[in-house]
T-cell receptor, first 109, second 112 residues
Framework: RKEVEQDPGPFNVPEGATVAFNCTYS??????FFWYRQDCRKEPKLLMS???SGNEDGRFTAQLNRASQYISLLIRDSKLSDSATYLC??????????FGGGTRLMVKP | NAGVTQTPKFRVLKTGQSMTLLCAQD?????MYWYRQDPGMGLRLIHY???????AKGEVPDGYNVSRLKKQNFLLGLESAAPSQTSVYFC???????????FGPGTRLTVT
């Protein structure tokens, strides 16, 4: 089993739709969780950190479920500019960050 | 404020050639990292450094060497390039492990 697993997609959604991605992780001792966004042929950039209580930033909501070992990202009212690959990132043993393979989102007009 | 810069942006090598990738950051970050990104594999950590003069192996260190002689620079070396090292290489820096990592624009390397 991969340490961090994501559905590669692509998720094709119309503008204005709500879309959710899940990411599962294997190390129950993981402490830090993040979502990064990566545009085509560009570097990853932090979208948001994921806290135990969940957190929201505008149209984006991140949740952590420790019991089932997954984190989620919800995007409301999708915009064309949300089209990108979303990377789930978890810190594992040895304090390294492990990146998932990414979920590709395509928002259509 | 340039953030994290990488040189070169593109490079084509022949099998057996050597090269050095340079990463520079101007944010006074202690931690620096080298990743490679391959289709379907996600970002994988090659080597990292927790401060000037220190380096450590990541998940996929074989075939690479690194040096951190100055706090702002982190060099990645390929002594004898192989086609399996064809990839996009990203450098990143952060104040510490649990903080946001800032990435450079990447270097696209092709080994023929």
């Amino acid at each position: 089993r991969k340490e961090v697993e994501q559905d590669p997609g692509p998720f094709n959604v119309p503008e204005g739709a709500t879309v959710a991605f899940n990411c599962t992780y294997s190390n129950s001792a993981s402490q830090s969780f993040f979502w990064y966004r990566q545009d085509c042929r560009k570097e990853p950039k932090l979208l948001m950190s994921v806290y135990s209580s969940g957190n929201e930033d505008g149209r984006f909501t991140a949740q952590l479920n420790r019991a089932s070992q997954y984190i989620s990202l919800l995007i409301r009212d999708s915009k064309l500019s949300d089209s990108a690959t979303y990377l789930c990132v978890v810190n594992n043993a040895g304090n390294m960050l492990t990146f998932g393979g990414g979920t590709r989102l395509m928002v259509k007009p | 404020n340039a953030g994290v810069t990488q040189t070169p942006k593109f490079r084509v090598l022949k099998t057996g050639q050597s090269m050095t990738l340079l990463c520079a950051q101007d944010m006074n970050h202690e931690y620096m990292y080298w990743y490679r990104q391959d289709p379907g594999m996600g970002l994988r950590l090659i080597h990292y450094s927790v401060g000037e003069g220190t380096t450590a192996k990541g998940e996929v260190p074989d075939g690479y060497n690194v040096s951190r002689l100055k706090k702002q620079n982190f060099l990645l070396g390929l002594e004898s390039a192989a086609p399996s090292q064809t990839s996009v290489y990203f450098c990143a820096s952060s104040p510490g492990w649990v903080y946001e990592q800032y990435f450079g624009p990447g270097t696209r390397l092709t080994v023929t």
